[in-house]
Protein backbone atom coordinates (compact mmCIF):
# COMPACT_ATOMS: atom_id res chain seq x y z
CA UNK A 1 0.00 0.00 0.00
CA UNK A 2 1.50 3.48 -0.77
CA UNK A 3 1.13 5.86 1.76
CA UNK A 4 3.18 8.93 0.60
CA UNK A 5 4.50 9.91 -2.49
CA UNK A 6 6.92 12.87 -3.34
CA UNK A 7 9.21 14.02 -6.76
CA UNK A 8 12.80 14.67 -6.42
CA UNK A 9 14.66 17.79 -8.54
CA UNK A 10 18.39 17.61 -8.08
CA UNK A 11 19.68 21.39 -7.64
CA UNK A 12 22.63 22.86 -8.09
CA UNK A 13 22.32 25.71 -5.49
CA UNK A 14 19.97 24.81 -2.47
CA UNK A 15 19.02 28.44 -1.15
CA UNK A 16 18.22 29.55 -4.15
CA UNK A 17 15.88 26.40 -5.29
CA UNK A 18 14.16 27.27 -1.73
CA UNK A 19 13.91 31.07 -2.79
CA UNK A 20 12.69 30.19 -6.10
CA UNK A 21 9.98 27.69 -5.24
CA UNK A 22 9.01 29.33 -1.83
CA UNK A 23 8.73 32.80 -3.45
CA UNK A 24 7.85 32.50 -6.85
CA UNK A 25 5.97 29.45 -6.80
CA UNK A 26 4.35 29.80 -3.08
CA UNK A 27 5.12 26.47 -1.72
CA UNK A 28 5.72 25.78 2.18
CA UNK A 29 8.89 24.51 3.25
CA UNK A 30 9.05 21.05 5.38
CA UNK A 31 12.35 20.62 6.00
CA UNK A 32 15.27 22.31 5.17
CA UNK A 33 19.65 21.35 5.09
CA UNK A 34 22.56 22.40 2.28
CA UNK A 35 22.02 18.71 0.90
CA UNK A 36 18.12 17.76 1.47
CA UNK A 37 15.13 20.10 1.78
CA UNK A 38 11.18 19.38 1.15
CA UNK A 39 8.15 21.75 0.35
CA UNK A 40 4.37 20.29 0.35
CA UNK A 41 2.66 20.12 -2.83
CA UNK A 42 -0.82 19.18 -1.99
CA UNK A 43 -0.52 15.51 -0.74
CA UNK A 44 2.81 15.33 -2.33
CA UNK A 45 6.18 16.76 -1.37
CA UNK A 46 8.83 18.36 -3.77
CA UNK A 47 12.01 17.33 -2.81
CA UNK A 48 15.40 19.20 -3.44
CA UNK A 49 18.38 17.19 -3.36
CA UNK A 50 21.97 19.06 -4.27
CA UNK A 51 23.92 17.52 -7.09
CA UNK A 52 27.51 16.81 -6.48
CA UNK A 53 30.24 19.53 -7.96
CA UNK A 54 32.02 16.24 -8.74
CA UNK A 55 30.34 15.26 -11.95
CA UNK A 56 32.32 12.77 -12.37
CA UNK A 57 29.61 10.75 -9.85
CA UNK A 58 27.18 10.93 -12.47
CA UNK A 59 26.67 7.30 -13.99
CA UNK A 60 27.00 7.49 -17.76
CA UNK A 61 25.55 4.05 -17.88
CA UNK A 62 22.86 3.62 -21.05
CA UNK A 63 20.19 2.32 -18.74
CA UNK A 64 21.29 4.07 -15.90
CA UNK A 65 19.21 4.89 -12.58
CA UNK A 66 17.62 8.28 -12.20
CA UNK A 67 19.81 8.56 -8.55
CA UNK A 68 22.65 7.70 -10.64
CA UNK A 69 22.07 10.51 -12.75
CA UNK A 70 20.44 13.19 -10.83
CA UNK A 71 17.13 12.92 -12.81
CA UNK A 72 13.87 14.37 -11.91
CA UNK A 73 12.80 11.40 -9.81
CA UNK A 74 8.87 9.77 -8.37
CA UNK A 75 9.53 8.29 -4.98
CA UNK A 76 6.57 6.15 -3.74
CA UNK A 77 7.07 5.91 0.36
CA UNK A 78 5.41 1.81 1.01
CA UNK A 79 6.58 -0.99 3.40
CA UNK A 80 9.39 -2.25 2.00
CA UNK A 81 11.81 -0.63 -0.18
CA UNK A 82 13.40 -1.19 -3.85
CA UNK A 83 15.03 0.50 -6.90
CA UNK A 84 12.36 0.52 -9.90
CA UNK A 85 12.41 0.69 -13.99
CA UNK A 86 9.28 1.00 -15.58
CA UNK A 87 8.48 -0.89 -18.89
CA UNK A 88 9.91 2.29 -20.53
CA UNK A 89 12.97 2.64 -19.02
CA UNK A 90 11.62 5.11 -16.50
CA UNK A 91 13.59 4.91 -12.59
CA UNK A 92 11.76 5.50 -9.58
CA UNK A 93 12.28 4.69 -6.06
CA UNK A 94 9.88 2.95 -3.65
CA UNK A 95 11.16 3.50 0.08
CA UNK A 96 10.02 2.48 3.80
CA UNK A 97 9.80 5.71 5.84
CA UNK A 98 12.03 4.96 8.95
CA UNK A 99 11.84 8.33 10.77
Do not use: C
Request: glycine share 8%; no cysteine.
Amino acid sequence: MISGSMVIHYVDDMDQALTFYRNAIGLTITTESPGWSTLKVTDTELALHTRPEDKSEVSTAEIAHPFDTFATTLVLTVDDMGLVNDPSGNGFQVNQYVG
